[in-house]
């Protein structure tokens, strides 16, 4: 991965060159093979640049409106789609999950509520039945399966991160409450990305030929060597528990079921047509900063209420849940669906009194993407890419343009 002169395209306000000198880094020392940077403020674009190439094989470059799967940086943007159903009535963040989906109160879930779910809180972080590409098709099918679910600790007492699992019982909560039982992917399409150009998808309609979506390629080794501390120790002391003395451990159940492939597998059909709200959105850089803005700028659409935007613009603070992952096994806050900054994992401005530890709300994609909102800026952040990182969650390629971005601004 030796350096290379980069051409970067695009725009940027004045001001922030650090932020794009940053973007230019990665690729000449840090083995970046193609990748988009967007922000807005206040709802106008002030950072929108690409650089490098979507497809190494037919030197195909990265373009303006290039599209790449972002893994669990979906999360966010699923989560966005839930406050819109909360700021248009027909969603309840303290509503039972029962109340909405009858069959789902039974082995103890019967008062988990939409928010602890969001929270990570529900113990539903593994699916104890094994799951089948037909079964991510029929929806009637997969909700059985879910609603006869056992949680793994008692609700709302700790969190776990559902890493596959939390879109699966989203989508099924959001069709059965939205009132023409439209999925969460289709209301995304319908009534959010498609009116307000923003380019993103959860769940690609079958037949769809993406020209412009990019190559993912292959974690480096160089990349595994230099990053190798941002993957938590104790995820592969299961990892080797799991295969060695066949012990199921949760963090690979709740990693693993379904089985989809290979990170660098996820531009085929099999893994972009089911919806997986958790893991298998696409798009740009541009459409997830785009959207993340809308929740804290009223001055670019009025998908969300003040209400709303207040809810996720909340503190990070240590609550009555202890901070531990019981399936990442590091220190994390989640809040409505989002990863609120912590002191292990800092992102946004910094915070000021009476702001816990920030007020911003993100998700994070395994391989490197990010997209995030940060109500005391008024920023809305994305960054996709198609060269596969190990870091599971502050992956330094974003995390170095992040803290470049709020120096440039102030913040």
Known sequence: MAATKIEIHGDTDAGLGAVVDEFR???EKHGEIGASLAVFQHGKPIVD??????????????????WVPVFSTTKGIAALVVAAGVSKGFLDYDARIADYWPEFACHGKENVTLRQLLDHQAGLAAIESPLRTADLHDLDRLAEVLAAEKPRWRPGTRHGYHAISLGFYLNEVFRRAEPRGRTLGQYLADEIAGPHEAQFMIGVPEGTEFDDVAVLERTHRRLVVNNITE???????????HAAVRRPQLSVQALTNPKVGFPHHATRP?????????SNGVGTARGVAKLYSAAVSSALTDLFTEDVRTALAAASERGD????DL???VPSRYHLGFRKPHPAFRFGAVPGPGDGDG???GTTGIGGSMGFADPATGIGFGYTMNQLGV?????PRNRRIRNALFRAIGA
């Open 25 to 27: 880094v990665n690729f």
């Open 49 to 66: 640049v690409w650089a490098g190439v979507r497809d190494r094989r037919r030197r195909l470059p990265w373009e303006r409106d290039t």
């Open 231 to 241: 993957v938590p120790w104790r995820i592969g002391v299961d990892v080797a528990l």
């Open 270 to 278: 099999s893994f972009l047509t089911p919806e997986l709200p958790s």
């Open 321 to 324: 849940v202890p901070d531990d």
């Open 327 to 329: 399936v990442l096994h």
């Open 359 to 361: 007020r911003a709300f």
């Open 391 to 395: 870091a599971m969650l502050d992956e």
